[in-house]
């Protein structure tokens, strides 16, 4: 969900790596099955953890930001989640210390596809584990765990990070304190798997992507281009770029003439932001990543969602829907919020009237903060 | 907008072929320059013209329907619009003369991209004149007049049609009585822009569409069926695919076993349904018709959209929306009426509460058949 405002990065001076020392013997074992040997992390911190080690918050991403949520002094460049985190802002890392990884199976760090299989020297490709969102949240588990926190004070996640946090609340009862869900899903509803499905189809059909063997200089561009552009569309809402854009045309200097070619500002900007992700992402990650989100279901955790949810043990949770968001509708944050409620979850229900869609929490300082402010503070009040 | 109830056919035993015999000297000139030397198009038509030739209803199609609208005599086989067109339905054949033609740039027996160009030999291919909602207006107005009709009783269209049906009315005015739009649009704005440039790009990026020269044994299937599920996205809405697929998953033995394949019942219904539109639809005639409702633009008609529809002149107008439509929502069904009524227009708008989308013109014979007949019946009262 990176725009022009939300550039990621691989790593920056600021990641570190851990290899996590704490895992079963073996290595990770998957929820669908298959283990990982060896399992590294890109993470970033801000902040100190207290002496008590009660002070922690995990971050978990959506399906394409790095573990560089924010600046630090190792790394000045502004993080994807910018506005949130810092000395003072709503993540106030003078209070808390912060936590964000990049997701295992993503291509910022950590363990994913494109890492060697340390059995056979060679990169996992498409022979990558089935990766869900609860091995994403077990991840998180074992960092937290290496880094001394045995409790974790609040996880927070947007988008598939969000699903990430409930996982983990629903997977380690009673081992975080408070949960904060911002525009996610009880599960993965058709609308949404079929724009998933056909991104993933779109990179699968172009001939680079090659059953997942493709090679460092013949990477399926083309598809990925056109996946990500699928993307974009849906993580904005048609009133923001009538306003942005209209119909404006591009200049004749930027027409390349060719029959078919793009000649809306629109389709420039869409062609300008998927080249950069394009750049930076590999197209395996982004299948196992995609394809967890169609899989998660809460009701997979019990008899049914409501089953599921009450597995959850934490004092507080917030949940967080925005308006415009056609991918992970309002009232699908509304469905969540709901059921934590009648499962016995104490909960704040907060719907944020946003022009800017899905992607609306990684550019609307102005209406999440103070929410996420508001909610952490009364936590450690 | 095919859907397993809506099967279009090429041509059937009721399609008529005219080759319009009343254009310019050197054939049809297009809206945006160049020229077609030579116009045939498909029709069907049903019902019989009154001697005054006042009682003609001519129905403009969205982006893929055949002039098939409905069953006759002469091919019993239902049309696209079955439940709309008949003896004692809204659309009555036994008190109007009703026509759809095939649109110009179809392939479904009209002049498009892949008919011959009579000066060459050879089928245009690419090399088309830039289409527009305009010339398929015009194309309509060439053909009533060959059918004998001076002044048209109504012009009907639905999505792509409400638009043509909108610029007959002010390329020719006074020369409809009265007016039907249906989920259009006075001009296209970015996200649908976004979602028509994309599937245009999906399709050029197939190898196979060789810069428009493909052949008949291969045609770019693979980008045509990309296009066409992320069409099918677009036309439908999240709550008619929540209640009619869930999270249902295909069973055992329609699996593929094929990393990555689809495994979820929507996924399934895309897969058959693109498949379906891909064996019968012409990839160039979807560039051009695509591309057609991109430059769309009321305001080209004058010095803004309000002076465009200014040049209407029709005694009244049925503006129709749809609440769940995602691609031309209601607001801009709205924004269509005010625009009319501002500019002495007397107008109808009604706003359909249907589970069904874009689409729902197509399926919801039960809220647009009465909105549909009560106009008619009281335009001829």
């Known amino acids: 969900m990176a725009d022009e405002e939300n550039a990621y990065s691989f790593t920056t001076a600021a990641t570190r790596h851990i290899t996590l020392a704490n895992l079963p013997p073996g290595g990770m074992l998957?929820?669908?099955?298959?283990?990982?040997?060896?399992?590294?992390?890109a993470y970033e911190c801000w902040g100190e953890l207290s002496s008590a080690a009660d002070n922690a918050i995990l971050i978990f991403t959506g399906l394409s930001p790095s573990a560089h949520a924010a600046s630090s002094p190792q790394d000045q460049t502004?993080?994807?989640?910018?506005?949130?985190?810092?000395?003072?802002?709503?993540?106030?890392?003078?209070r808390f210390f912060v936590v964000c990884a990049n997701s295992l199976g993503g291509c910022y760090g950590s363990t994913g596809p494109s890492s060697i299989n340390p059995e056979t020297g060679q990169s996992y490709g498409a022979e990558f584990p089935d990766l869900t969102v609860e091995d994403i949240a077990?991840?998180?588990?074992?960092?937290?765990?290496?880094?001394?926190?045995?409790?974790?004070?609040?996880?927070?996640?947007s988008s598939m990070g969000g699903m990430s946090s409930?996982?983990?609340?629903?997977?380690?009862?009673?081992?975080?304190?408070?949960?904060?869900?911002?525009?996610?899903?009880?599960?993965?509803?058709?609308?949404?798997?079929?724009?998933?499905?056909?991104?993933?189809?779109?990179?699968?059909?172009?001939?680079?992507?090659?059953?997942?063997?493709?090679?460092?200089?013949?990477?399926?561009v083309s598809g990925m281009s056109l996946a990500r552009k699928l993307g974009l569309v849906s993580y904005r809402a048609a009133d923001e770029w009538n306003s942005k854009f209209d119909r404006s045309r591009l200049p004749p200097e930027k027409l390349t003439g060719k029959r078919f070619e793009r000649e809306f500002e629109i389709e420039n900007y869409l062609e300008y932001n998927a080249q950069k992700f394009v750049a930076s992402f590999d197209p395996n990650s982004y299948l196992y990543l995609s394809r967890a989100m169609d899989w998660f279901d809460i009701a997979e955790h019990g008899a049914s969602v409501s089953d599921g949810m009450s597995k959850l043990d934490v004092s507080k949770?917030?949940?967080?829907g925005v308006t415009t968001d056609i991918l992970f509708p309002s009232r699908q944050q509304r469905e969540i919020a709901d059921v934590m409620q009648d499962t016995g979850t104490d909960v704040d229900y907060v719907e944020i009237d946003s022009v800017n869609g899905h992607d609306a929490f990684l550019i609307d300082d102005q209406h999440f903060s103070p929410v996420v402010k508001k909610f952490l503070d009364e936590s450690v009040a």
């Not at 502004?78 to 003078?94: C, F, L, R, S, V």
């Not at 937290?144 to 926190?149: D, F, I």
């Open 30 to 41: 998957m929820w669908r099955g298959g283990r990982l040997p060896e399992v590294t992390l």
């Open 78 to 94: 502004p993080g994807w989640w910018e506005y949130m985190i810092g000395p003072g802002k709503a993540i106030d890392t003078e």
């Open 138 to 157: 077990s991840s998180g588990y074992y960092l937290m765990r290496e880094l001394g926190v045995e409790k974790i004070h609040a996880a927070v996640g």
């Open 317 to 320: 949770a917030l949940v967080v």
């Open 166 to 220: 409930i996982a983990y609340a629903m997977q380690y009862p009673g081992e975080i304190e408070f949960l904060i869900s911002i525009s996610a899903a009880t599960r993965a509803l058709p609308l949404t798997i079929a724009l998933r499905s056909l991104q993933r189809e779109i990179i699968r059909s172009d001939p680079a992507w090659n059953d997942g063997h493709y090679t460092d200089d013949n990477r399926p």
